[in-house]
């Protein structure tokens, strides 16, 4: 265990359906983060909680909802995924601004069907 | 927007070669970080290197941070099957608030 905790591990949605990504760290940390994982694209940052302020990459589609109750937890919200949003989708922590490394979790291999 | 990319994006080697991993960034870096990804796993941060010309050695790992600091290396002295994996790079962009990531180095060690 890294310290940070996904579930599911596995998930195969329909185009249609709605899910949510779970994570949740254990490590005090004030910043949380979603990454998709794809051949294509190797790390792609999605979202940044930092202080619950968000930072959003503009080139994340409205499909993908994020959210950040406390500094412990943190949620994807996909609804009407297409195919090529399968991939392997990890959440990341650390203590905020530029001087630490990032701890991953273990993803969520996510297939869209 | 700031890239950061690496090569070569596949090595082979036999196992007790040397490796090297090369880094570049579009825009001077504050710092950059180093990853390892198993295969089938998810990236452990190895180090972080901060200052102008930096060398910093785990074990037979050497980490160098460039002069101008847009660029950095990852050197593997007499590799194993054990350092098979993804090699990333990552570093901050001018806010400092998003990590972004090169497109990693994969290593294949032969027994």
């Known amino acids: 265990e890294t310290g940070v905790t996904q579930t599911p591990r596995h998930l195969v949605m329909g185009m249609t359906n709605k899910k949510s990504l779970k994570c949740e760290q254990h490590?005090?940390?004030?910043?949380m983060y979603w990454y998709k994982q794809s051949a294509k694209k190797p790390l792609e940052l999605m979202f940044v909680?930092?202080?619950?302020?968000?930072?959003e990459n503009n080139s994340v589609p409205s499909r993908f909802s994020p959210e950040c109750p406390n500094s412990s937890h943190l949620f994807l919200h996909l609804h009407t995924l297409q195919p090529e949003d399968s991939a392997l989708y990890l959440c990341?922590?650390?203590?905020?601004?530029?001087?630490?490394?990032?701890?991953f979790g273990s993803g969520t291999r996510l297939t869209v069907v | 927007g700031q890239q950061v990319m690496q090569i070569p994006q596949y090595q082979h080697v036999q196992e007790g070669e040397d490796f090297t991993t090369y880094c570049n960034s579009s825009?001077?870096?504050?710092?950059i970080q180093w990853y390892k990804q198993r295969p089938g796993g998810h990236p452990v941060f190895l180090i972080q290197?901060?200052?102008?010309?930096e060398v910093k050695k785990q074990k037979r790992l050497t980490f160098q941070f460039g002069e101008a600091k847009k660029n950095s290396s990852l050197h593997i002295t007499a590799t194993q099957t054990t350092d098979v994996g993804t090699y990333f790079c990552?570093?901050?962009?001018?806010?400092?608030?998003?990590?972004?990531f090169g497109g990693g180095t994969r290593l294949m060690v032969k027994p």
């Open positions: 990552a570093g901050f962009n001018n806010a400092g608030n998003m990590l972004t």
């Open positions: 825009t001077t870096l504050s710092n």
């Open positions: 490590l005090g940390h004030n910043a």
């Open positions: 909680y930092s202080l619950e302020e968000r930072v």
């Open positions: 290197l901060v200052k102008s010309g």
């Open positions: 990341a922590s650390s203590q905020g601004g530029q001087l630490y490394g990032y701890t």
